[in-house]
């Protein structure tokens, strides 16, 4: 197929112009379930993290790690696959997805358009959660500094004693002498 042309859609075999396009498309589904992965993910930490149940923090953590990864290896096969569609298609290996849109036909520009969007809507939500969960952590390390500051005032108050020279001074004593 010339390179002036569009890409047709339907059933053909993965080394073709519409087999590479299905798999960039299906590779971007994939992209989105991990990040809807990691949104529910983000949202059940937060839940841990008001009820400051650490354990489950970190379970959650590592799955958020783990699905990390996979959405790294994820998109770097769609790189991959984009660039083998872009020079199958005769078009420069630097160019990027969005340059390939017009020469979809339209039901292929409304799935990549729907998809586009539907990843941009779910990262945002995934940041919104994320800015949450960092308040959150932010607002118990500011608990946990004020009390710690208390202890530590409350430890550190001058014991009703005389100094070592019977002079009267109080001695101060110190459980704790050391900032988290």
Same mark, same amino acid.
Request: charged share 25%.
């Given at each position: 197929m010339p390179s002036n042309q569009q890409v047709p859609l339907g059933v053909a075999g993965t080394d073709t112009q519409e087999g590479l396009f299905e798999q960039v498309v299906q590779l971007l589904e994939m992209h989105h379930r991990l990040l809807k992965g990691l949104n529910a993910l983000a949202q059940k930490k937060e839940q841990s993290l008001v009820k400051a149940d650490v354990a489950?923090?970190?379970?959650?953590?590592? *799955?958020?790690?783990?699905?990390?990864?996979?959405?790294?290896?994820?998109?770097?096969?769609?790189?991959?696959?984009?660039? *083998?569609?872009l020079a199958r298609m005769g078009m420069a290996d630097d160019a990027r997805l969005s340059d390939l849109f017009d020469r979809l036909p339209p039901q292929g520009q409304e799935r990549l358009d729907r998809l586009r969007s539907d990843i941009n809507t779910t990262v945002l939500e995934l940041e919104r959660q994320n800015q949450r969960n960092k308040e959150l952590i932010e607002k118990s390390l500011q608990f946990y500094d004020t009390y710690y500051d208390m202890l530590r005032r409350a430890t550190e108050a001058p014991a009703p004693a005389y100094g070592p020279q019977g002079d009267g001074e109080a001695i101060t004593r110190s459980l704790i002498n050391r900032k988290i």
């Open positions: 489950e923090i970190q379970k959650l953590t590592d *799955a958020e790690n783990t699905l990390i990864l996979q959405s790294g290896l994820v998109e770097k096969q769609r790189q991959q696959v984009t660039v *083998a569609l």
